[in-house]
């Protein structure tokens, strides 16, 4: 039911989309794992954001099972154990540049914007700021950030068998493309 | 050839098998895997975005995680240094299917807005797009 409420909103931004929306279909998200035993990495191409730049509204949405990684049988652990991605298939951040003033969407530059919202990781759904920056070139904008993520805040449980093989916090970094809709 | 020797040849062969079991286990549905595996499910980019748009669920039901192969239009081509993402979509429709491939295995050559492809790939599911993964480019029939 959730799923079908967000669509609807998805659907409904893509309507008001027409006056002036900035979409991004194929954004990437990758994360990193730094831990003792190994470094995972993995990366997902396919993140769908929509940024309106009249009201600073910014959204986020992704696949779990888009996240590829080097290894299958990580990607199978990923999703089966960890993210329980049959269950939660999605993610999403809903939020708000907060310093929309200082960044011009008319004019060419490199502008730091500051970001808050609700982050929502299996199921669970925590508030969230994040500075990142946003650049204007020749009409096209590009939004990228870096934000540290903590499995145990959004209860994504970890056997102590592979406690030294993933990261207590993982660093997510994303980077979107928008074309105006 | 002596009777250790034999054993010891034996042994050998039998650790050899067993590290490519396990690295075949590890590395299974790679790309690799994709290449030599026959697609599940055939169908089109219109087809497959119609059945995700009406029913979510049983959409991925039917196609979550299985290799499927879409023969479709493409919009636009993407790269960046690990990977290319092909976006098909037929030009009177809004959404379409986003096909993610490895950096490594896709000759881009051929590969231009407004041409035909087959492509198969594996399923990941449907935001405003279906998400094929691993994708591998088929010659077009």
């Known amino acids: 039911m959730k799923i079908k409420i967000l669509l609807f909103v998805l659907l409904a931004m893509f309507q008001f989309a027409q006056a002036q929306k900035y979409v991004s279909k194929n954004g990437h998200i990758k994360f990193f794992s730094h831990a003792p035993v190994e470094d995972i990495e993995a990366h997902n191409n396919q993140v769908v954001s929509i940024l309106d730049p009249a009201t600073g509204d910014l959204a986020f949405n992704l696949l779990i099972k888009a996240f590829e990684f080097k290894k299958a049988l990580m990607q199978e652990h990923f999703n089966e154990n960890y993210m329980e991605s049959d269950k939660y298939p999605k993610s999403?951040?809903?939020g708000k540049i907060t310093n929309l003033d200082k960044i011009s969407f008319e004019q060419d530059g490199v502008y730091k914007a500051e970001v808050s919202g609700d982050l929502t990781i299996h199921n669970v759904t925590k508030p969230v700021t994040v500075k990142g920056t946003i650049e204007v070139k020749g009409g096209s904008v590009t939004a990228s950030a870096k934000l540290i993520v903590s499995p145990k805040d959004y209860d994504i449980a970890i056997p102590s068998v592979v406690e030294?093989?993933?990261a207590k916090e993982i660093e997510v970094s994303l980077d979107a493309t928008y074309t105006v809709n | 050839m002596s009777k250790k020797a034999t054993y010891i040849l034996v042994f050998i062969l039998i650790a050899i098998?067993?590290?490519?079991?396990?690295w075949k286990y590890t590395f299974r549905k790679s790309v690799t895997s994709v290449i030599s595996k026959k697609a599940e499910i055939e169908t089109t980019a219109a087809a497959i975005l119609l059945e995700y748009e009406t029913d979510e669920a049983s959409a991925n039901f039917k196609y979550l995680d299985k290799i499927v192969e879409v023969t479709g239009t493409v919009e636009s081509v993407k790269e960046d240094s690990l990977s290319?993402?092909?976006?098909?979509?037929?030009s009177d429709s809004v959404a379409g299917v986003i096909c993610s491939f490895d950096r490594a295995s896709l000759d881009l050559s051929g590969l231009s807005s407004g041409s035909g492809v087959r492509?198969?790939?594996i399923c990941a599911g449907y935001l405003i797009d279906v998400v094929l993964n691993k994708c591998v480019l088929l010659p077009v029939m």
């Open chain 2, 119 to 121: 492509i198969k790939g």
């Open chain 2, 17 to 22: 098998g067993i590290a490519f079991a396990v």
């Open chain 1, 92 to 94: 999403s951040f809903k």
């Open chain 2, 84 to 90: 290319v993402t092909v976006y098909l979509k037929e």
């Open chain 1, 164 to 166: 030294n093989n993933i």
